[in-house]
């Protein structure tokens, strides 16, 4: 398949290459090099671009809804309205890759690496984040309705301001990072470390918080309220916490009302 005057497919190398607007919907460039290529405006719809090579590739406003990037390679591209809605990138490397107000709902980002990427009011509704790590990674603003983030290494990570509604932090590594006026409304926290964690001005309202250590945390102005949070008796709070004042309901550890291999929502 030619495109552009460039051969289209498996393995190809298309380093640099000017691909703008190129329709490429559907079509098979696993293990290609596309690095520095200009995919500005490009279809890249169901596109299988696994193992692919897109380091400092230009994909402004690119659509790559459905394609499959897994374990690709996205160092330095520039992603600028881009669309992934439903795209796989398990293990894709998007490490200091800037994603501000990038589409990302519903796409499966299972063991993706996301260090320091810039994901500032960018949509992660219903994605799939288990495993992936983000470390340090800037998430203010970001909507991560309904988002799996179970067993996510969120170490140092800013979710300023974030949405987080009915997101699944199971196992979830949240050491250091920054929560605050996060809304965490109907979260599910089990096993969670948030020690030294910002959760000042959080809400976390109708939260579901099992066997997770809050210690050393900031719970200032941090709301369990309407309907109240339920935590076990085995999560641990900050010296001089009573989370039964502050509006938590707290359960023994025998009554816990969800198995830990279930979901609570």
């Known amino acids: 398949m030619e495109v552009n005057g460039y051969e289209i497919g498996p393995d190809a190398d298309l380093r640099h290459s000017n691909l703008y607007r190129a329709n490429l919907s559907g079509v098979d460039l696993s293990r290609a090099n596309l690095r520095g290529a200009n995919l500005h405006d490009a279809n890249l719809s169901g596109t299988k671009l696994v193992g692919a090579s897109l380091r400092e590739?230009?994909?402004?406003?690119?659509?790559?809804?459905?394609?499959?990037?897994?374990?690709?390679?996205?160092?330095?591209a520039r992603l600028a309205g881009a669309n992934f809605n439903n795209a796989t990138l398990k293990s894709a490397d998007l490490s200091n890759v800037d994603l501000t107000g990038v589409n990302l709902s519903n796409s499966v980002l299972v063991g993706a690496f996301m260090r320091?990427?810039?994901?500032?009011?960018?949509?992660?509704?219903?994605?799939?984040?288990?495993?992936?790590?983000l470390v340090e990674a800037d998430l203010?603003?970001?909507s991560l309705i309904g988002a799996n983030l179970r067993d996510a290494?969120?170490?140092?990570?800013?979710?300023?301001?974030?949405?987080?509604?009915?997101?699944?932090?199971?196992?979830?590594?949240?050491?250091?990072?920054?929560?605050?006026?996060?809304?965490?409304?109907?979260?599910?926290?089990d096993g969670v470390r948030l020690e030294g964690t910002d959760l000042a001005m959080a809400v976390l309202s109708d939260a579901l918080i099992?066997?997770?250590?809050?210690?050393?945390?900031?719970?200032?102005?941090?709301?369990?309220?309407?309907?109240?949070a339920n935590a076990?008796?085995?999560?641990?709070?900050?010296?001089?916490?009573?989370?039964?004042?502050?509006?938590?309901?707290?359960?023994?550890?025998?009554?816990?009302?969800?198995?830990?291999?279930?979901?609570?929502?």
């Open 57 to 76: 590739a230009r994909l402004y406003r690119a659509d790559l809804s459905e394609a499959d990037l897994s374990e690709a390679s996205l160092d330095e």
């Open 116 to 133: 320091r990427a810039k994901l500032r009011g960018t949509s992660l509704d219903n994605a799939n984040l288990a495993k992936a790590v």
């Open 140 to 142: 203010e603003g970001a």
């Open 153 to 189: 290494n969120l170490q140092g990570a800013s979710f300023l301001e974030a949405n987080l509604y009915e997101a699944n932090l199971v196992g979830a590594k949240l050491v250091d990072a920054s929560l605050r006026r996060a809304n965490l409304n109907r979260v599910y926290l």
């Open 210 to 228: 099992v066997g997770t250590d809050f210690t050393g945390s900031n719970l200032l102005g941090t709301s369990f309220f309407f309907p109240p």
């Open 232 to 265: 076990d008796e085995a999560t641990k709070w900050p010296d001089g916490f009573d989370p039964e004042s502050a509006g938590v309901a707290i359960w023994p550890v025998e009554n816990d009302p969800v198995p830990h291999d279930e979901e609570p929502f």
